[in-house]
């Protein structure tokens, strides 16, 4: 996805999405950050991860498969937690800078829901 304002920098400029499509991608993503997302935490640098009620495992799961399609250097997996299922986002360190730009809309959108950096 190309960047489009400072509230979308986190859709890479390499993403092989339409255009037409990638403010419907980035208003799934952020439908998710806002009623899915009780938490997230910074493991590393190049990983994020989000903390998700479970009935929302298959649009999570959903949405990144198709995000892997489009942004081949995002990896994402799935564990379960007591606290609900860990949707962990991964990036080479070539683009920290936009999982940067991720966490921060996370943070917004969801409320500032629980951050942790290690």
């Known amino acids: 996805m190309a960047k489009a304002s400072p509230a979308d920098d986190w859709v890479p400029a390499m993403c092989t999405l339409p255009t037409a499509e990638q403010p419907l991608r980035v208003a799934e ?11 997230f935490t910074r493991t590393r640098t190049t990983r994020l991860d ?3 009620s479970h009935e929302c495992e298959a649009t999570a799961r959903n949405l990144a ?3 892997s399609g489009c942004c081949a250097f995002f990896r994402f997996d ?3 937690s007591d606290d609900g299922l860990v949707m962990q986002i991964g990036v080479p360190n070539s683009h920290v ?3 940067d730009a991720l966490q921060a809309r996370v943070s917004r959108i969801s409320g500032g829901a629980v951050n942790r950096h290690v």
């Not at 993503?29 to 938490?39: E, S």
């Open 29 to 39: 993503f952020d439908d998710l950050f806002r009623t899915a997302v009780h938490g």
């Open 97 to 99: 800078d936009i999982l």
């Open 50 to 52: 989000l903390t998700i």
């Open 78 to 80: 799935f564990e379960s």
């Open 65 to 67: 498969e198709r995000e």
